[in-house]
């Protein structure tokens, strides 16, 4: 039970004491504050003669000084009424009296600690008592200058010393108020550690890096912890290894949501068996970070109950029923004389419904002749047993798949021909066989055929025209800017697009066509029985008319588009392996004409294929012949015109031919996997420059590396990114990666983790190209982002996107710099509206290493 000052024996008298031993005012305390006010003998007389100056003006002074008081409304609501009200003015006249009586014994202290315990129980705040502190000194000097206003001297120490009294005084009274504060915080503190150490279920407390800050002494007996095993505080794993429970602490620790009956297994020594607790996991929060409370139970009795009554029920179900199938004892006429109760469980009839019937009445009418075939060959001694699957219906009307096992018995007793059927439901299995026979030829996503079923529809075609002399056209299909939609909106969203394009493309086309999904954001349509390429320019002009309409997804209004190759059989192709490959160099023809068309297959287009295969192979041997290069485009602080970042531009002078930009590139890169090699040799060579200038003795910069979502994604970027830093021996605040909007929404939780660790080393995170994406403010917020780069579109044709990205990074109190400056306007705008740094053409191209330098050693040069 909790425990106050007024439980303590003699009340509030004995609380003042205990307050005045804990703070440690005694005489020699007392003495120092006094001196340390200059609180003496004569600062005593001249109080004294003040007292005895007001004398009568008492009255008058309580009157003004509660006129004001009562004048705000959290103080008047505590006073009840005006009799109230008449004895405080009393009692107000009495204490301020008592300040400048001249008498400051030990009396005299107590009672300024009482007055400030008083305070603190009735939750007077702080403010309003120092508030009529300061209304006291207003009005007395007020009445002290109309006596003494012949003589300002006598004046003079009249105010210092009661500047000296009060000062004493309400040190004394603050001190009370806000040590019985703390203690009272104390004894709440100790209350609940008694009731949290009495807890009858188990609690450990873990911070956000998984190491135990504390557990109660019912988990502790529960773990076996031994006695100050804890102060070190270990990571949770050490204490108890489980899966389960890693699981459920990250995800409580990472979306706040309460986890329950998370289920321990922990193994018993020697003999004893398992043991099970079950834990509930909270999330609070505590000086700004969060805390995980685990709390408890051992549930091991339950469990091994609840293991015990199983075992129990199986033994009675087993020992009633005879096996785990249904079993029935016929007549030779095929009716049922005896059942159990699986086989009334498994066909949904009552014992005493099933007693009514013959063997003919329940089977499926498909497969009745053969069973009664098998039935008479049993009676009749031509087979001992017979092993069938087939089909029983059920008492709704629902035919069933069973596995019938029969065999003939004659009665001891009565001699009669008796036929035992073993009867098991099979009708799971056999739906997990349509459902195997159906995925192997489907796709999962969609339900279209896949790949496997394309290719023998696609032969039957051809086989069939042929026989006829027609044509068959084969659609590749392929949808424009896909990633784009994963990227922003997230994967579900992706794949309710898929889904969403499959159904319209099912719709769209003939009962005889096949549509089928190649894979990704990829279709294939087979059209049987063409006339002609015509009738293929057709039908593919009616599906980017009416298949690629707006959609929502993820409250986004989003407007699919799509790009179709086209090769027709007999004259692209002879084969289904020929007919495809032409018609996907075709869509990449169409989708490289922007998108939104559709072309047929044309035999130049293979030469354009081989290029890019040409063009990924050189890009895996760019690096090893030194073709990449980095070009740095300076960030200038507007403030000063001095160049204060750079950012690494990626390019590539393959032998033999111009150089190519990011552009030409960076997708294929992308898709390839070749840009995590890529981007950590863009990083380590970005450090590296940056290393050489800052040896060079050139001020220190900041330089800014992009990086891409298969980068940020990487299993191991954190640590890659830590070693370069290092071997560069350069500061991780120095360091800006810059990441896409895109990139934020894909995988947004692995993005997450991945960013704060990032963040953690002291690199600093840009969010570039600003605006051009889907995340929203929420996103923006949570990620942890230092910079917003407004893309260089805004800053050409949108002032007032400007305008709110930088109002936005202000509000968020982040760093701004607006990309492709490239005239005087722009300069000016964008300083009007307070964007500090810039980059582009109107500041400087993007420029060699060696430029960078020269640049810099003439800046530096002209520094004042």
């Not at 139970?297 to 029923?321: A, G, H, N, P, V």
């Not at 089977?363 to 049993?378: F, G, S, V």
């Amino acid at each position: 039970m909790l425990t106050t000052y007024d439980d303590e024996p003699g009340g509030l008298d004995t609380a003042v004491e205990a307050i005045a031993r804990e703070i440690g005012l005694d005489g020699a305390e007392l003495d120092a504050r006094k001196a340390f006010l200059e609180l003496g003998a004569d600062e005593v007389a001249v109080l004294r003669d003040v007292h005895a100056l007001l004398g009568a003006d008492g009255d008058v002074f309580s009157d003004q000084f509660y006129e004001h008081l009562l004048s705000f409304p959290a103080l008047r609501a505590l006073v009840p009424d005006d009799a109230t009200v008449a004895h405080l003015r009393h009692v107000q006249s009495g204490y301020f009296g008592s300040l400048t009586a001249g008498e400051y014994g030990e009396h005299y202290i107590r009672d300024r600690l009482r007055v400030g315990l008083a305070h603190q129980r009735i939750g007077l705040e702080p403010k309003w008592y120092i508030g009529a502190y300061r209304k006291y000194v207003e009005t007395i000097t007020a009445l002290l200058w109309q006596r003494l206003e012949g003589d300002p001297c006598r004046y003079r120490a009249a105010c210092d010393a009661l500047l000296k009294i009060v000062s004493f005084d309400m040190g004394l009274a603050l001190d009370t108020y806000m040590h019985a504060g703390q203690r009272s915080v104390l004894q709440y503190r100790n209350y609940l550690e008694q009731i949290i150490g009495a807890m009858p279920a188990g609690l450990i407390v873990v911070d956000s890096a998984g190491r135990v800050r504390s557990a109660n002494a019912t988990m502790c007996a529960m773990l076996d912890i031994a006695e100050g095993a804890l102060e070190a505080h270990p990571p949770l794993t050490d204490l108890i290894a489980s899966p389960e429970l890693a699981d459920g602490v990250a995800t409580a620790l990472a979306s706040g949501k309460p986890q329950d009956n998370v289920v321990v297994t922990l193994a018993g020594d020697g003999d004893e068996g398992p043991r099970w607790i079950e834990f509930a996991i909270r999330r609070t929060s505590q000086d700004g970070g969060h805390l995980l409370l685990l709390i408890g139970q051992d549930i091991t009795f339950r469990r091994q109950t609840r293991l015990r009554l199983q075992e129990s029920e199986e033994f009675f179900r087993l020992t009633f029923t005879q096996a785990a199938v249904g079993i029935a004892l016929l007549s030779r006429e095929g009716r049922f004389v005896r059942v159990n109760r699986k086989l009334t469980q498994i066909l949904g009839y009552a014992e005493s419904e099933l007693l009514q019937r013959f063997f003919h009445q329940i089977t499926y009418q498909d497969d009745l002749l053969e069973d009664r075939a098998l039935i008479h060959r049993l009676v009749e001694g031509g087979i001992g047993d017979f092993q069938r699957e087939t089909r029983w219906v059920c008492r709704d009307g629902r035919p069933l798949w069973v596995a019938l096992s029969a065999s003939a018995m004659r009665e001891a007793a009565s001699g009669q021909l008796r036929l035992i059927v073993a009867v098991e439901d099979i009708s799971l299995r056999k739906q997990a066989e349509e459902a195997l026979t159906r995925m192997a030829n489907h796709d999962a996503l969609t339900g279209l055929p896949n790949r496997a079923l394309l290719q023998d529809r696609l032969a039957r075609a051809v086989a069939q025209a042929q026989r006829t002399g027609r044509q068959v056209g084969v659609m590749f299909i392929d949808l424009d800017r896909f990633k784009q939609v994963n990227d922003s909106l997230g994967h579900e969203a992706g794949d309710q697009l898929i889904i969403e394009i499959a159904r319209r493309l099912a719709r769209a086309l003939r009962e005889s066509d096949t549509v089928a999904r190649q894979g990704g954001d990829e279709f294939v349509v087979v059209l049987p029985d063409l006339g002609g390429a015509d009738d293929a320019a057709l039908v593919a002009a009616k599906l980017l008319d009416g298949l690629f309409q707006p959609l929502v997804l993820s409250g986004q209004e989003v407007f699919p588009t799509g790009s179709i190759g086209i090769a027709m059989y007999p004259r692209d192709g002879q084969d289904a392996h020929a007919l495809l490959k032409a018609a996907d160099t075709a869509m990449y023809r169409a989708k490289g004409g922007g998108g939104q068309r559709f072309r047929f297959y044309s035999a130049d287009m293979g030469a354009q294929v081989e290029e890019q295969l040409r063009l990924e192979a050189l890009l895996q041997r760019a690096r090893e012949r030194d073709e990449l290069a980095l070009l740095y485009q300076p960030q200038v602080d507007i403030a000063t015109g001095r160049v204060v970042g750079l950012e690494a531009l990626l390019r590539w002078q393959p032998a033999g031919r111009a150089m190519l930009e990011p552009a030409e590139f960076l997708d294929l890169a992308e898709e390839t996997g070749l840009i995590v090699p890529i981007g950590e040799w863009v990083l380590a060579t970005a450090l590296a420059r940056h290393a050489a200038l800052r040896r060079a003795g050139l001020p220190p910069l900041r330089i800014s590396v992009n990086m891409s979502a298969r980068q940020l994604h990487h299993h191991d970027v954190v640590e890659t990114v830590a070693r370069l830093l290092e071997r560069a021996d350069c500061d991780p605040s120095r360091l800006t990666l810059e990441i896409t909007e895109g990139v934020l929404m894909h995988h947004p939780e692995q993005a997450f983790d991945t960013m704060s660790r990032l963040a953690a080393l002291g690199v600093q995170l840009a969010l570039d190209d600003f605006g051009t994406g889907y995340s929203s403010l929420s996103n923006l917020r949570r990620f942890p982002i230092h910079t917003l780069k407004i893309d260089r579109s805004f800053v050409a044709d949108d002032e007032a996107i400007v305008k709110a990205v930088i109002a936005l990074a202000r509000s968020m109190q982040l760093n701004v710099i607006a990309e492709g400056v490239e005239t005087r306007e722009q300069l000016a705008f964008l300083g009007a509206q307070g964007c500090a740094q810039m980059q582009g053409y109107y500041f400087s191209a993007p420029l060699a290493a060696d430029d960078v330098e020269r640049l810099l050693r003439g800046q530096a040069a002209s520094a004042p």
